[in-house]
């Protein structure tokens, strides 16, 4: 089955994580295909908002010289969490059945 094309305004580790999916799970509908395109915009949201933490530091000043938390840390925990969910959504966290028997005690 030929793994289609990442949308053009994902950006490298968006579009690294569609092929990788798309190269070890089937994701036939096109609602699933969604998802994914929507797990890989957290990504990219996620490593734009971790670069301008990195860059302007965790807290920053505002206008009334108050301390606070830098908008792009927000950002970053609610795309992760984001993240998650839609994963979770497409089952793609859901590993090998162990083929032994559970442990009795």
């Not at 569609?18 to 509908?29: A, M, P, S």
């Not at 994914?36 to 807290?59: H, N, P």
């Not at 301390?67 to 993240?83: A, M, S, V, W, Y």
Request: with cysteine; charged share 35%.
């Amino acid at each position: 089955m030929k793994v289609p094309r990442a949308a053009s305004h994902l950006q490298n580790e968006g579009k690294r994580f569609w092929r990788k999916v798309l190269n070890e799970f089937q994701l036939e509908d096109s609602h699933h295909l969604k998802i994914l395109q929507v797990a890989c915009e957290c990504l990219d949201r996620i490593t734009e908002a971790r670069a301008e933490v990195e860059k302007e530091g965790a807290y920053i000043k505002d206008r009334f010289n108050q301390t606070k938390e830098h908008p792009g840390q927000k950002t970053e925990r609610d795309n992760k969490i984001l993240f998650a969910r839609l994963i979770r959504e497409l089952q793609l966290d859901i590993p090998p059945e162990d083929p032994r028997p559970p442990r009795q005690y």
